[in-house]
């Protein structure tokens, strides 16, 4: 299996065969454990309905990189609310994009930053769409640097090898990031998603380590090289979800119908 090697998915310290790579983290202040997601609160979650009268891109907090925000007029005549959605480089990729004047249902946590009211989305509904933007636990979909826990699933195989190194390839003219796993049965090309969403996770693979991936069969990129989809990759005890037990990515961050 011959593909080019990635010189760089965010910064990488790149070296001999049995260095590490790291990938500097820049989520902008947008990271699940930053200051900024640690105010997402369950026990103040709301839902409402309304009409969308202005988006904006600004910084939520002090040296964060910018989002995506809403103004949502409540249709039950309570004023003018502040949706903020997360960054700007996950937003605006979505399937479901929400335009001025769209009629949403907005579900999030109600918090109070800098003196000011805001909602903090974990839900969009427009029509029969549902742009997802966090888990149920409020943990963002754009960070899966954060270990998660998941039960067996008969549905996936898993699969474990020794790590060899990054790799990047393009399907249907979208680059993706990829690992080039030693495993029992050869070598295999895990197909981690688009690299826009994997650049900002700042993820460490030691090359050399073993990992433990489940997926659901390979695809061909072209004539020569199959790959696999990572649906989550198990390392040092920790989970990382990549897609979907149904092989969806995690950033397809909409969802058909009522949530």
């Known amino acids: 299996m011959k593909l080019c090697t990635v010189i760089a998915l965010a910064s990488i310290a790149y070296g001999a065969s049995a260095q590490t790579v790291i990938v500097d983290r820049r989520m902008g202040g947008f990271a699940a454990n930053s200051a900024y997601n640690r105010l ?18 600004v910084r939520p ?12 007029k409540n249709d039950d005549g309570g004023g003018t609310a502040i949706v903020e959605l997360g960054p700007d ?15 949403v249902t907005v579900t999030g946590s109600k918090i109070l930053l800098d003196g000011r009211g805001i909602i903090l989305a974990k839900l969009v509904q427009k029509g029969a769409q549902v742009l997802a933007l966090r888990r149920p636990s409020g943990v963002p979909y754009w960070d899966i640097a954060t270990p998660i826990v998941l039960g067996p699933d008969p549905n996936v195989t898993e699969i474990t090898g020794t790590l060899e190194e990054y790799q990047t390839f393009t399907a249907n003219g ?16 895990v197909d981690l998603g688009p690299q826009w969403f994997i650049e900002p996770q700042g993820f ?3 090359f050399g380590s073993t990992v433990t991936i489940a997926t659901s069969g390979t695809y061909r990129i072209d004539p020569y090289t199959n790959s696999v989809p990572a649906y989550w990759i198990r390392m040092n005890g920790n989970i990382f979800q990549f897609r979907s037990n149904n092989g969806m990515g995690v950033w397809q961050g909409w969802r058909p119908g009522t949530p």
């Open 89 to 103: 480089w996950f937003v605006d990729r979505q399937t479901v994009q929400i335009k001025l004047k769209d009629r």
């Open 61 to 72: 907090m002090a040296d964060m990189e910018t989002g995506v925000t809403l103004l949502v």
């Open 204 to 206: 460490t693979f030691p």
């Open 174 to 189: 979208v680059p993706y990031s990829g690992l080039a796993l030693r495993t029992g049965g050869g070598n295999l090309l």
């Open 40 to 57: 997402y609160n369950q026990r103040s979650q709301l839902t409402f309905t309304g009409v969308v009268t202005g988006i904006q891109h």
